[in-house]
Nanobody, 122 residues
């Protein structure tokens, strides 16, 4: 069982930066692939980024590539999403998720946080 709690969202101007954090409970954190998804108003939830068990095997959605960096600290059970050069279209609720294997598919992620709102003003 893994419980996830996101933080770090907020209101930022276009071009600005935010760093999202996800705190995970449980001693098996390092055995999970971690990812960030987001859901904009009126849209389906979409994949943003993922990171492998030891911090490698990162992958990003084309829409955020070059602007976003995912990282993790297994010793502290934390996952981060550094977002730079934010755009209005990045406005969404951002969710942290955990899966037992590498995947882009939402259905493969067993554990989810409650989400944190990111609003980018243009």
């Amino acid at each position: 069982q893994v419980q996830l709690v996101e933080s770090g969202g907020g209101l930022v101007q276009a071009g600005g930066s935010l760093r999202l954090s996800c705190a995970a409970s449980g001693r098996t954190f390092s055995s999970y692939v971690m990812a960030w998804f987001r859901q904009a108003p009126g849209k389906e939830r979409e994949f943003v980024a993922r990171i492998g068990w030891s911090g490698g095997a990162t992958s990003y959605a084309d829409s955020v590539k070059g602007r976003v960096t995912i990282s993790r600290t297994n010793a502290e059970n934390m996952v981060f999403l550094q977002m730079n050069s934010l755009k209005a279209e990045d406005t969404a609720v951002y969710y942290c998720a955990a899966a037992p294997r590498v995947s882009f598919r939402e259905a493969d992620y067993d554990y989810w946080g409650q989400g944190t709102q990111v609003t980018v003003s243009s």
